[in-house]
């Protein structure tokens, strides 16, 4: 079995990490009923007896005594991690494990990537060594934050270099919550058109979140809970944003709600890697499966079912809505339509009582709705891990390599644009020592490469499929 | 004579745990339908191929299991032991921590030469156990990346250190609608390698075996499991113990070697299907009577018409290519022994173009995706590259081209 450490950068990146952590405490905990130190507890977290001074404190088997969450938690001001050090989790993070400072990044990327890339790269390489060293069979690396900001985005992205040179057998999985339409910082187009370039170049695999997608699940979860249309009684633990354990509530935003989305989005992506099912799919496997070119490594992701009723008996047309939503573009987790875009791959996977005949029946059935790219006609990549989440019976999450993605893009480019024809706040960036104009253009020119990429791939959505001509041989 | 298994990947190791689950049922199952000195040869036979003995008198499964990561095998050992009839030899299995992530080159170049030492002296362990050993049965898949690309990589091996011995490797053909999206790529590459070093392909297709589930037994969710458990019962009703000859009331001493011989007449030709009958559910089973007439006409029919479901017309010399006479295509194994609780049951193994269409079309899938070049990165990352892709491509476009020209 193997591990995988999470790399929470920023305020945004931390508070994600946290109702991650708390997730997967609480489904471990639904899990392993009796608390003992397995396997599958071991790719998050590590069992430490904390009664041991320094290193020696690391248990392999046996009794969970406590467990310690296999993390680094990155931010330049000290306010969000402070919080999660005096919330309900404060026992679960190693101290020796964070990387703070006081300043902040001020919402530039420049500052977040060259300024304390350079001042805390020592520190930053000595906590990922030691965190390898806890692990027996290090994976991969889950690397969380957002792309609008100047910590997250500068310095989050700085780490992947890092990660690539100093491990470069180990996956680099990266969650970057993208800036939406509405967003209240005024350089984000900036920050993400520079977090863009080093996303391109060194991430294994990409999964876009952006918070105005979050946001309309939210308000739809409401509003069925709320309506009662569907008669019967909603299980309150059962919703995809139920947290009990993430701290302060927020008004002005459910951010805890969604925040909760995208730990549960963490979670089901390694839950076959970690429980057993009848057809298991490791972290290797996506991107084995789902990146055909290494550029193209963006996975748009949806979660169904986003909430369960108390009837425990699924019949199987319930079931197959299940899948349904998992196609529809309010189910996405970025502003997407991936069943008007072409697909050039899609993983399904599969947590609870479903079998294999119930998963190729609905494949069957979506399939001629769907446009998949000619030379991958019949790209699915499919698993079935028998543990549902806590609280669900069964769920499902889908990854579609998608040029649906694309308008995001897009968007972004369009953004950058506007803000940089006008050189508005490029000062801020340019007195930085290291950064540019060159900067800019390159990221520019390399998103620019990518959506040329994607819109190479929709030109063949509606030409027909040309096959070359196969070998032939003497009889 | 005694068969080694060697399971490879989580397909192979679901499957190995219910193959040997039906061997055991079946050869001690009460309802044999013959004589109590008949049931104990039958038995005694069946125990020698595939099960080797303990001191407490349980029996242990002549196989060694190999997956790159552990959550299966410790299943399979774990379900094995709790069925406290038969079990996995404790320190018959080889894991790793991190999986071949459905990349067949990881598989065959990383895994296999790394771990090459530790799996073969595993194998030798087992042979050792047998008295005499008949040959190998390989249980992998093509699709993913273990079964797959390491088992292309040990059956290689085992041609080499074991050359005097027969090996069958049981290979499932995934579905054809995506369970792994380079499955094609994984398939290609598996046959073509096997083609080379392996004695016969004995092949089965979750499809075919998915439609019998549905329609024959009327499964309505059907599971991996379900599906498992098909294949092993056919499996089984290959494999267990027939009498070695007309007239002869002896058990064979040489099922692999026997096969071979009738089934692979030329080393063009290695791929085998099993087709079965009856099959049907548990609850169909007690209201059924069988005439061997009948069943025989089924399974005719099934060879014909290309049907996986459902006599003496079988020597027709139409059925057969023109360079084989009936006499020496077809041959007839039988024990008065019932199989697996079916008062009367008939298996048919055959070589035939019955697997033309599904080749030509994972080969023409993967031809596609080469021609993009989509997804080689993955695979020359790992030493295979475009040229090995065209080797696999050559030879399997010979095997078709064979393979449609018998009718000539």
Known sequence: MTQSVVIQVGQCGNQIGCCF??????????????????????????????????????????????????????????????????????????????????????????????????????????????????CDCLQCFFVIHSM????????????????????????????????????DVITSPYNSMLAMKELNEHADCVLPIDNQSLFDIISKIDLMVNSGKLGTA???????????????????????????????????????????????????EISMNLV???????????????????????????????????????????????????????????RGNVQISDLRRNIERLKPSLRFVSWNQEGWKTSLCSVPPVGHSHS????????????????????????????????????????????????????SALIQEYNQLDATKSMPAEDLPRLRVAV | MSIVTVQLGQCGNQIGFEVFDALFSDSHCPQGLCSKRENEAYQASCKERFFSEEENGVPIARAVLVDMEPKVINQTLSKAAHSGRWKYGQHSCFCQKQGSGNNWAYGYSVHGPRHEESIMNLIQKEVEKCDSLNGFLIIMSMAGGTGSGLGAFVTQNLQDRYSN?????????????????????????????????????????????????????????????????????????????????????????????????????????????????????????????????????????????????EEGAFKDPALYTSWLEPVHAFSVWKT???????????????????????????????????????????????????EDFLDSFTLLEQVIASYCNLGF
Not at chain 1, 428 to 447: P, V, W
């Open chain 1, 396 to 447: 499902l999450l889908a990854l579609a390599n998608n040029t649906c993605v694309k308008p995001t893009f897009i968007e972004l480019r369009e953004r950058f644009t506007r803000l940089y024809k006008k050189r508005a706040h490029l000062h801020h960036y340019l007195q930085i020592e290291g950064m540019e104009e060159s900067c800019f253009t390159e990221a520019m020119s390399s998103l």
């Open chain 2, 165 to 309: 011995s027969l090996k069958m490797n049981q290979i499932i053909w995934p579905y054809g609608t995506g369970e792994v999206i380079v499955q094609n790529y994984n398939s290609i590459l598996t046959l073509s390698h096997l083609y080379r070093s392996s004695d016969a392909l004995l092949i089965h297709e979750n499809d075919a075996v998915h439609k019998i589930c549905a329609k024959l037994m009327n499964i309505k969710q059907i599971s991996f499991r379900d599906i498992n458990q098909v294949l092993a019962h056919q499996l089984g009703s290959v494999f267990q113990p027939t009498y070695s000859g007309e007239g002869s009331f002896h058990y064979r001493r040489n099922p692999l070697g026997d096969l071979m011989e009738n089934l692979v007449p030329h080393p063009e030709f290695k791929m085998l299907g099993v087709r079965n009958i009856p099959q049907m559910s548990e609850n169909s089973l007690a209201y059924s009577t069988f005439t061997w007439a009948g069943l025989l006409k089924h399974l005719r029919q099934m060879l014909i018409s290309n049907a996986k479901m």
């Open chain 2, 336 to 386: 008065q022994r019932a199989f697996s609780k079916y008062e009367k049951s008939a298996a048919l193994v055959s070589n035939s173009q019955f697997l033309v269409k599904p080749l030509d079309m994972i080969v023409g899938k993967a031809w596609n995706m080469f021609a993009s070049k989509a997804y080689i990165h993955q695979y020359t990352k790992f030493g295979i590259e475009e």
């Open chain 1, 148 to 183: 609008g900001g100047g910590t997250g985005s500068g310095l989050g992205t700085f780490l992947l270099k890092v990660l690539e040179d100093e491990f470069p057998e180990v996956y680099r999985f990266v969650t970057s919550v993208y800036p939406s339409g509405e967003d």
């Open chain 1, 292 to 350: 055909p070119f290494p550029q193209l490594h963006y996975l748009v992701s949806s979660l169904t079912p986003l909430y369960t009723l108390a009837d425990v008996n699924i019949p199987s047309r319930r079931l197959d809505q299940m899948f349904s939503d998992a196609f529809s573009k309010d189910h996405q987790l970025i502003q997407a339509d991936p069943k008007h875009s072409l697909y050039l791959a899609c993983a399904l996977m599969v």
């Open chain 1, 234 to 284: 909603i299980k309150p633990k059962s919703l995809v944003t139920s947290s009990a354990g993430a701290f302060k509530k927020r008004q002005e935003k459910p951010f805890d709600a969604m925040n909760n989305i995208v730990a549960n989005l963490l979670l089901n992506l390694t839950s076959s890697a970690r429980f057993e099912g009848s057809l298991n799919m490791d972290l290797n």
């Open chain 1, 21 to 134: 952590w708390d997730l997967a405490l609480r489904e471990h905990a639904a899990v392993n009923q009796k608390a003992i130190y397995d396997e599958a507890i071991s790719s998050f977290f590590r069992n430490v007896d904390t009664r041991v001074v320094g290193d020696g404190g690391s248990i392999s088997k046996g009794k969970i005594r406590s467990l310690k969450a296999r993390a680094v938690l990155i931010d330049m001001e000290e306010g969000v991690v402070n919080e999660i050090l005096q919330g309900p989790l404060r026992d679960v993070f190693d101290s020796k494990q964070l990387i703070t400072d006081i300043s902040g990044s001020g919402n530039n990327w420049a500052v977040g990537h060259k300024v304390f890339g350079s001042l805390y790269q020592e520190q930053i390489l000595e906590k990922l060594r030691k965190s390898a060293e806890h």
